[in-house]
């Protein structure tokens, strides 16, 4: 069964992406992220590594730089380091999902076909959200990972139920395991399990936990899986109103680390924390890399308040660079950018060690870089330390106990700021990696990722001390080829 239908589908789109392309304004636009040739993407989706590649797809617009229909883009890379394009895999063509081609996950089946779990969205009116969605789990299979057939829908829910999406699944045992986040009927954000032996019949098996937050009234892009000794849980409740520096987003993520077994309920050990403490980060998803590393994809856009790009760019979003997820002793969950991102950004300076007065410049003019800074903060009397990076200011103050991005000068909206807590003993080390458009700052335990803008002209990199002196042991400057 060929889709005919999906395949016009994919090519118009193509058609008019490719035409939208052509006014793509690259001042902000990643260098080493991944995101769409132009146009709007979202959540990361599909990611796996099958046939010797990593493969990563993500929620895309292809007409235009705002979200709209919901169709699947797709890039690969053999290593992590370079990626490929490939064409759309996925475009709405069936009742099911004939207003997107939404968020879900990938896995081998036992006939060494990719298989791709989404979700199909309709609107329940038949225009707009107002009235809810009408949503199902639908199959869609492939060879060779690149070109996809859709085998329809897997999973029909309670059709009363206005949220009910995301499919993430995996294999434990002989049984596939699915779960997806629903909105109830009395409107408490869940996470529904589903298990199949084949892929392709699926009963349900629980509602495997319920956010004890009444406010989160839906759990987006849930992700169950084993880490450690441990499970975590990684979900995107909407509800929950802003809380100090948390839930400072229209939409945030986070975990709960507990534990689960088949045929039980997730137990959570820890409460709810965020992931990342940015403008933007959204929907991770993650997947196991064949030699067992957990690993994390996020999306940096916002569906609230335009990005920077947006309207006057061509495009809008782009994936975080891939994270490695661990579990440390006190339960927390740290992301660290992979090892293999040393090898998108060879080029290393090494400034020694120095202490800073006022303001040190490392580089006149550097739209990308992956910078490594210890700081011995015990030796130090500044109040903070900072790196401003051209219109950014990306910081540690020793008061407040906190690493944060503030983009108070940037050129358009929006500005203000982010922060996450650290706690330094005596030294700490920030690891900042700058993009045209972005900057991810990893310190301690912790990470605030958010979308920059820079005006135009020179980019200059300067490591700035206030109220004393700081003492740097170490900084590394890698940037790209
Ligand atoms: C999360 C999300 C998902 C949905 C997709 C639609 O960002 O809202 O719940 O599947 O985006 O693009």
New binding site residues.
Partial sequence: MTDELMRTRIEKATAANKKLAEKLNRRWYPRFHIAAPAGWI??PNGLIHFQGRYHVFF?HHPYSDE?GP?HWGHVSSPDLVTWERHPIALAPSIEEDKD?V??GSAIVGPDGRLNVFY?G?RWRNGKDGTDGNLQVQCRAISEDGIHFEKLGVVVEGPSELLDF??PKVWKQGDRYYMVF?AQSADHRGQVWMYVSRDLETWEFDRVVFQDPNPDAYML??PDLFPLGDHWVLVY?PMGPAKDGYRNRNG?NAGYVVGDWAPSQDFTPLTEYRPLDWGANF??PQTFEAPDGRRLMFG?MGA?DDPVASQGTDNWAGQLTVPREVLLLDDLQVALRPVAELTRVLPNESDFGSFTVTGAKTLAEDLTCADIELTLDYAASTAERIGLQLADTFVYYDDLAHRVGIDRRQAPVEPRGYRAAPVDPDDELTLRVLVDAGSVEVFAGDTCVSSLTAASDGPRAVTLTAEGGDAVVTACHVRTLD
């Fill in positions: 979202n959540d929620q979200w919901m997107g939404f968020s979700t969205h999406r995301d986040g987006e892009c995107c939409h959204y929907a999306w569906f």
